[in-house]
């Protein structure tokens, strides 16, 4: 079993409409969770990071967690084509001899058409 | 600019040569990532630093590869005897650690290595 598993889509909505990215991992004793980013060539890029049960809104973007299902969203709001990129998934383990290793998923590739 | 800065950006190399790349993190950050990504796949961890401290490196990579982060600043990963597959972007990531638990991590614009 993968550690952060995504939907690797394409994923593709209309300009203005609201994103939904979705991500599940494994390790129980997770506690930091991350959304990056990417753009084609590109490196990733950090765009949000939470790490209590909830909603963290920032501007358009709007992470949330449930540690209980194991679970961790990505909603982007009013959606511009600027947001077409890959959005990966990362995971912080905090146990042990991981101390602080990120675990990514394969990343949801995005498409906003205008 | 204080970003992570990575050396070279782009790297070609014949089939059984030895490369090696220069990660420098940002300035205050004491803990420092190499990660592998190849097209479609999400970044795929390499080793990592806590300052000069080599805690963990991945039982995917063999003993051709080799990282180092001498003084606990910059960084270097290198690859001997490369095959094709070697062929990725790699990526060096860096965070400030402190005593909960940890921030986040920040990465350069990553090396992109192709071998012929």
């Known amino acids: 079993q993968k550690e952060v598993e995504q939907n690797s889509g394409p994923l593709s909505v209309p300009e203005g409409a609201i994103a939904s990215l979705n991500c599940t991992y494994s390790?129980?004793?997770?506690?930091?969770f991350f959304w990056y980013r990417q753009y084609s060539g590109k490196s990733p890029e950090l765009i949000m990071s939470i790490y209590s049960n909830g909603d963290k809104e920032d501007g358009r973007f709007t992470a949330q967690l449930n540690k209980a299902s194991q679970y961790v969203s990505l909603l982007i709001r009013d959606s511009q084509p600027s947001d077409s990129a890959t959005y990966l998934c990362a995971v912080r383990t905090d146990r042990g001899s991981t101390l602080g290793r990120l675990y990514f998923g394969r990343g949801t590739q995005l498409t906003v058409w205008p | 600019d204080t970003g992570v800065s990575q050396d070279p950006r782009h790297k070609i190399t014949k089939r059984g040569q030895n490369v090696t790349f220069r990660c420098d993190p940002i300035s205050e950050h004491n803990r420092l990532y190499w990660y592998r990504q190849t097209l479609g796949q999400g970044p795929e961890f390499l080793t990592y630093?806590?300052?000069?401290?080599?805690?963990?490196k991945s039982r995917l990579l063999s003993d051709r590869f080799s990282a180092e982060r001498p003084k606990g600043s910059f960084s270097t990963l290198e690859i001997q005897r490369t095959e094709q597959g070697d062929s990725a972007m790699y990526l060096c990531?860096?965070?400030?650690?402190?005593?909960?638990?940890?921030?986040?991590?920040?990465f350069g614009q990553g090396t992109r290595l192709t071998v012929v």
């Open positions: 630093f806590q300052n000069e401290a080599q805690l963990e």
């Open positions: 390790d129980r004793g997770s506690q930091s």
């Open positions: 990531a860096s965070s400030l650690e402190g005593f909960s638990r940890g921030t986040e991590a920040f």
